[in-house]
């Protein structure tokens, strides 16, 4: 425990920072984290680089490293830094973070006064000074969308649509709720694990929250490359996997799920003229029959986000809030 500027006692902070390579932008993040106002342990997790960037990693001494020997994906690599610490709060933080000086100050605060808070999602901010993320959200599908993304910060939305969870480049949980939900699940290699999570937390009671106050510049796109083919394959691997895990085409919106699946891959093979997106449901429609067992009632989800307005949540359009 510590105590924030305000004199109340704040949980103890794990950072959790996975890596693959590109030291330039890691240094940038682990320059930030040091210069936060509350104490915190920073634990680097390389996913086996490609680049020098363990060897770096090994000259700062303050940050304590694992070293996977294979390239797991995120969700493992956040898994195994996570399983390195004791925090009460663990903040998962994106190697292409630049915090904001009181990012963790104010992002754990609301875990010291609500004990059903299971995550915590700040405001993270685009180079270009709007917002990139800040939280996301699910339709009754399990669509997940990036809440608020391209508005003002002054305009973002803290009620509507509704807060799932947080955007996985940085993430505040609980630890005692990974503790009873289970960390990231390993059948996903990278996108959707972070959606994942905050559905498992919801359906076991779990309460999250958006904190505004809490940000950080996302350079985003600092892996696979917004819109590269690897990227949009990853994406569809999982949906497709969290489809068959969640058995969404056993429910009332299996109709809908299939239509808007059938839009999307159709509309990446239109634009981009390949089937990644479309190989990628498959293959994690394949997996996810392996996926453990999940809840079927989930709180946290907004069924007031219907077809159209999902449409345009993909499109990070918005401009209509209805």
Known sequence: ??????????????????????????ESCLRHLARQTVPHRVVVVDDLSPDDTLDR?????????????RNVGFGRACNAGIRAGTG?????????????????????????????????APMLLRPDGRVDAFGICADPTLAGFVREQGVDP??????????????????AYRREALDAVGLFDDGIFMYGEELDLALRLSG???????????????????????????QRELGGFGRGYLLRA??????????RAVVTEVAVCL???????????????????RAGRSAGP???????????????????????DYAARA
């Open 154 to 171: 002054a305009d973002a939305q803290t009620d509507e649509p509704r807060i799932l969870g947080p955007y996985g480049a940085v993430a």
């Open 88 to 120: 009460d709060v663990v903040v998962l933080v994106n190697n292409d973070v630049d915090a904001e000086p009181d990012m963790l100050e104010a992002l754990v605060a609301p875990f010291a006064v609500d004990a059903t808070l299971g995550s915590a």
């Open 204 to 230: 076991a009671g779990w309460g999250s929250v958006g904190v505004p106050e809490a940000r950080g510049v996302h350079l985003g796109g600092a892996t696979a490359g917004r819109g590269s083919a690897r």
């Open 246 to 255: 969640y058995r969404v085409l056993r429910t009332r919106w299996a109709v």
């Open 267 to 285: 509309g990446d093979l239109l634009l981009s003229r390949d089937l990644a997106a479309t190989r990628g449901r498959l293959a994690g429609w």
């Open 57 to 69: 990693l090994r000259e700062h001494p303050e940050v304590h490293v694992v070293a996977m020997e």
């Open 294 to 316: 999940r809840p079927r009632r989930i709180d946290g989800v907004d069924p007031g986000i219907g077809f159209w307005r999902s449409i345009a949540l993909r499109r990070g």
């Open 1 to 26: 425990m510590s105590d924030d500027m305000s004199g109340r006692v704040l949980p103890s902070i794990d950072v959790v920072v996975p890596v693959h390579g590109k030291w330039a932008v890691t």
